[in-house]
């Protein structure tokens, strides 16, 4: 039985949505990552119930919460850390740009793995920082990390900003791929920023395994940024977490805030506290759903849009649709001009010829978005 409605539209025009804002009324947005599904009842009550206190001033989280995201490290990643290792953010990006920030010297490089969301692309260059790419591979529906060239990268940086699960890529790493990264980085003397954001958004069965669970020694030089912003699709609240276990590197860290980065939004810590504590029901309803969008998602493009390649992605909603055999130039203006579908451009992440498509959507607005995306190819 369902219990939650993913199939049923919801209209976000005129709510100060991002996604639904940037284009006109004719274009169908299929871009930015967030979802377009209603928020799960209990995170909303728990919204509701926090408004009727009627004062809104600076938040902190309180102790339920911080405790309930160690409960939760512990019971789903068999992750043990102390409650002060958990510090509160208005967001993963700034936690990646205040690690970059806190733990690295002008000059130092630090490696990405490419495609890469854009904000990781563009983080080293704030901090007078050199990018050293590493680039991912998609061979069928597998995404390889090639361990020497990543060796080598590591060997001219200090840090590997990392991203698990991948975006754009939907790649879930591995046990015995973290493993090999881990220890690649370590005999480097790289710290590690593992960005997590996608962690809960896993298909066929997959469990999260933090980078830093892997052992004390990965943990005391990783920086962890987790959120529950995107399984729950309240990314507009604007809450995160990092979790550093080692006490030195987490001051700086934290010292690393000043003058940009200040409290966290008070709504966005009592939905995360709810997300926790009541959101078990509906995240488990959303992965069937979104599982099936994207099984429904790959046969499609696969049978009706000619000359797009797809490898069906392990997590996250988002698909890495490779263009370059289409014979159009980069997909993503193409698209928006002929289909009137929004697309996110893969020249974002450091791929021109590839765009990222968001299939956290009701069915009916997926399968519209296809069919436009196949009309304009057969009107070529
Ligand atoms: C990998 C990744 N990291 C970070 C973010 C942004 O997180 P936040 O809004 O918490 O800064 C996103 C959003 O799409 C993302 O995909």
């Known amino acids: 039985m369902k219990d939650f409605d993913f199939e049923t539209p919801i209209d976000r025009r005129g709510t100060g949505c991002s996604k639904w804002s940037r284009y006109g009324d004719d274009v169908l947005p299929m871009w930015v990552a967030d979802m377009d599904f209603a928020v799960a009842p209990p995170i909303l009550h728990a919204i509701r119930a926090r408004l009727d206190h009627p004062v809104l001033g600076y938040g902190v989280a309180r102790d339920a919460l911080r405790d309930a995201v160690v409960a939760m490290l512990a019971r789903e990643y068999g992750w043990d850390v102390a409650p002060e290792a958990v510090c509160f953010l208005p967001g993963v990006e700034p936690g990646f740009n205040m690690a970059l920030r806190a733990l690295l010297a002008p000059g130092d490089g630090v490696v990405v793995q490419t495609p890469a969301y854009k904000p990781m692309l563009a983080a080293p260059g704030h901090w007078g920082l050199r990018r050293v790419d590493a680039p991912l591979a998609v061979r069928g529906d597998d995404v390889l990390c090639d361990l020497d060239a990543l060796r080598a990268a590591l060997a001219k940086s200090r840090a ?9 890529l939907g790649k879930v790493f591995t046990r015995a791929e ?3 990264i881990a220890a690649a980085a370590l005999d480097s003397g790289a710290v590690i920023v593992s960005d997590e954001i996608h962690c809960e958004l896993l298909f066929d069965g997959r469990r999260h395994i933090p980078i830093a669970s892997l052992s004390s020694e990965v943990a005391a030089r990783t920086v962890t940024l987790m959120s529950a912003s995107k399984t729950y699709n309240i990314a507009g609240l604007k809450t995160a977490c990092a979790i550093i276990p080692d006490a030195a590197m987490r001051d700086r860290f934290l010292a690393s805030k000043a003058g940009m980065v200040d409290s966290v939004n008070v709504l966005g810590l009592e939905a995360t506290l709810a997300a926790l504590e009541h959101g078990a029901a509906w995240k488990a309803e959303l992965l069937r759903y979104l599982q099936g969008n994207r ?5 499609a493009v696969r049978g009706r849009l000619p000359g797009v390649t797809v490898h069906r992605p392990e997590g996250t909603f988002l698909a890495w649709l490779d263009g370059s055999a289409i014979g159009i130039g980069e997909p993503q203006p193409w698209f928006l001009d002929r289909a ?41």
């Not at 099984?295 to 046969?299: I, T």
Request: glycine letters at 10%.
């Open 160 to 168: 590997l900003l990392f991203c698990n699960p991948h975006n754009p």
């Open 178 to 180: 973290l493993g090999s």
């Open 295 to 299: 099984d429904w998602l790959v046969e």
């Open 340 to 380: 009137k579908v929004a697309l996110s451009p893969g020249a974002e992440f450091g791929a021109p010829l590839g765009a990222r498509l968001n299939f956290g959507c009701p069915r009916s607005v997926l399968e519209a978005g296809v069919a436009r995306l196949q009309a304009a190819l057969a009107a070529r």
